[in-house]
């Protein structure tokens, strides 16, 4: 159970979007030149962003989980 659902469920949802424009960000990069270390950079930052993601949507779950 969750404690107050609609400030969770907002933030829930404030993270989806700060993952997506950040992926948006990430895909305009254009990486037609990078290579070797530069690309390997690029692919690291999606990774990063992704595990950030998952990271603040457990954080905020257990935050807001009713303990019984």
Do not use: W
């Not at 969750?2 to 469920?9: L, M, P, Q, R, S």
């Not at 424009?21 to 990486?31: A, H, N, Q, S, W």
């Not at 530069?38 to 009713?66: G, T």
């Amino acid at each position: 159970m969750i404690a107050n659902e609609e400030k969770f469920n907002e933030r829930l949802k404030r993270i989806g979007e700060l993952y997506e424009e950040g992926k948006d960000c990430l895909f305009e990069i254009p990486t037609g030149q990078l290579h070797g270390k530069e690309m390997k950079a690029y692919s690291r930052l999606f990774d990063i962003l992704v595990e950030l993601r998952d990271i603040a949507a457990v954080s905020l779950k257990a935050n807001h989980e009713i303990k019984q």
